[in-house]
């Protein structure tokens, strides 16, 4: 096995240089993901406890992206797509890879529904069923921008874009209601950011990839989706930033005259009733109260005090001005 250091987000600081911004009101956070364009690098977690049908509404009426979870019955699913197409929104939707969803998507083409966006999102994207998956979106013609993770390493990542995934989701187990790490020993946690940059580096040289990749769990602070960008990722998902808020999905409970929220992984038992989701955890987290817009807001503020800092008023200048300094090593 080759021998690498690793690191992680909380072990980069970011440089500042010359810069003549006068206010971060200049600075464009802007993405392009396919044919569509949207205000901020950050992607709320596909996840229960952090986005809802009215969530992402609100999201793609105000020109953000958003995934929508995949814990939910294909009628609803299905009357999702439809609603937000009828009001001429920008569509995205999260699909398993079980014998259902082919079927959900089959009904999708006949009723003419499929949408802008699909992730693939399972735990192990690395695997035949993801390939499969991949093959049969293909040769149906399926239309959608397609992200498919998740994945930790570059033979995964060529793996799914080789399959015909045009965004790739990076990382196993950094996400902070994820137990994949304490009950597997797989995956990237505590070394999240240096997976990045060891998979975006390389580009995939031949030019023959579309490619767009999202680094995927260990976002703990706003600062740290600069971090994840100076190492070559296009865009994050976001789970615990984006919860807390009065319209999170997690109850608010009040314990010791302190307002937490609660917040759970995907693949938790403690939410599901499903003793056979044995990778996530549910947790309380504090309340930090207005709406989600207000996040989005707030975590576009910070990317743009980030490129002020640099002297840069876009991503991709930034990308190509960063510099930083790795101050410790795992």
Known sequence: MMMMNYFDYDDVNLIPKYSDIESRSECDTSIKIGKYEFKIPHIPANMESVITPDICKELATNGYFYIMHRFIDF?????????????????SISIGVKKEWYDFIDNLIKSDLIPDYITIDIAHGHSKMMGDMLKYLKDNN???????????TVKGTEFLLENGAHGVKIGIGPGNACTTSHNTKMGTRGIQASVIRNICNGRYHTGRYCNFFIADGGIINPGDTAVALSMGA?????GKLFTGTDDSPGNIVEIDNQKLVEYWGSASSHQTGKKDRIEGTKKLIPYIGGNFMDRCVFLKQCLQ????????????????EVEYIIIKYN
């Open 75 to 91: 009628e609803s699913l299905t009357e999702f797509i439809s609603d937000l197409k009828k009001e001429d929104l920008i569509t």
């Open 142 to 152: 399926v239309s959608s921008f397609i992200i498919a993770g998740n994945v930790s």
């Open 234 to 238: 296009d865009a994050t998902m976001c």
């Open 305 to 320: 005090s980030s490129f002020s800092y640099t002297g840069v008023r876009n991503i991709k200048d930034f990308k190509e």
